[in-house]
């Protein structure tokens, strides 16, 4: 992942560079060549999505045009406030290794799942969720990604038999995804003590432009808010389908999804149906851009 883009622009290689000497390690080489085991250990893929983002953002320049706000879904919101200007890309990258060691270490602690469920709405997706927890197991949703597609997360056995329950409340499918943790659940209560000790030793400064909370789904001015709900994130849904509706409200005409993948510009057919939505990761997605 990012190596076209190393290959291709100075600018992104100076970011995967300087990942290497920030963290003391070959992540370029990992992200690069594998092997792939390693690269999705959570330890890995997180500073790894992070460095590809960032090296986008930088080799895309002035192309990308001027920003009114930003978003990022669950690990994605540090790469909007390093966008933002929030916080430095190497606070950012060392942030976001510890998180990815936490919510490992959170994830041996007390062990748990994920599961998408699709076709149901939120609604009676939390209905299963808190019928699953009066009958003492954990499981919250965690992503509301779109309408129709929400994640949910907690305990192994009750997010199974929360697939059990969806189905028979409707659901069209329910499928359990391949995970380290329970992210986004209370069983990562364990990964926020460190993760807000790191926070509290970086300088965070207020966003050039908003960045929409996953926690709140609102705009967020100020460093020390980022800094908190940063830290909330962890053990809280993330309100994606919010979020989009939310700078769609506050006037967002245009969408660029930064970074691996266009996985967001898909939900953005439902989230933001009408509005224009790129991908912004690869050479050919950067010549597209400036065309």
């Known amino acids: 992942m990012g190596r076209d883009l190393a290959l291709a622009f100075p600018a992104a290689a100076l970011v995967f560079e300087e990942a290497d000497d920030v963290l003391g390690i070959h992540l370029s080489r990992l992200a690069w060549e594998g092997p792939e085991a390693d690269l999705t250990l959570t330890k890995n893929a997180q ?77 009676a997706v939390e209905a299963v969720c808190r019928e699953i927890q009066q009958g003492g197991k954990v499981c919250v949703p965690a992503n509301f990604n779109s309408s129709g597609q929400v994640v949910i997360s907690g305990e192994v056995a009750g997010v ?91 006037g967002a005409l245009r969408f660029l999804e930064v970074g691996a993948g266009s996985v967001l510009c898909g939900l953005n057919k439902r989230n933001a149906r009408g509005f224009p939505c790129a991908s912004v990761g690869t050479p050919s997605d950067l010549d597209a851009l400036e065309s």
């Open 47 to 123: 500073p790894a999505l992070l460095v590809h983002s960032v090296a986008a953002l930088r080799a895309a320049g002035p192309a990308l045009g001027e920003a009114s706000m930003a978003a990022g879904h669950s690990l994605g919101e540090f790469t909007a406030h390093v966008a933002a200007g929030t916080l430095s890309f190497r606070d950012a990258l060392e942030a976001v290794r510890l998180r990815g060691e936490l919510m490992f270490d959170a994830g041996v602690k007390r062990p748990g799942t994920m599961a998408a469920i699709l076709g149901l709405e939120d609604g």
């Open 160 to 250: 199974e038999e929360a697939m059990i329950l969806a189905r028979e409340a409707g659901a069209r499918k329910a499928v359990l995804l391949t995970v380290s943790g329970a992210f986004h659940s209370p069983l990562m209560a364990h990964a926020t003590g460190g993760l807000r000790d790191k926070l509290s030793e970086i300088n965070f400064s207020d966003p050039s432009y908003p960045v929409i909370s996953n926690v709140t789904a609102e705009p967020v001015v100020s460093g020390s808010r980022a800094r908190d709900l940063l830290v909330d994130q962890l053990t809280s849904p993330v309100r994606w389908m919010a979020s989009v509706e939310r700078m769609v409200a506050l």
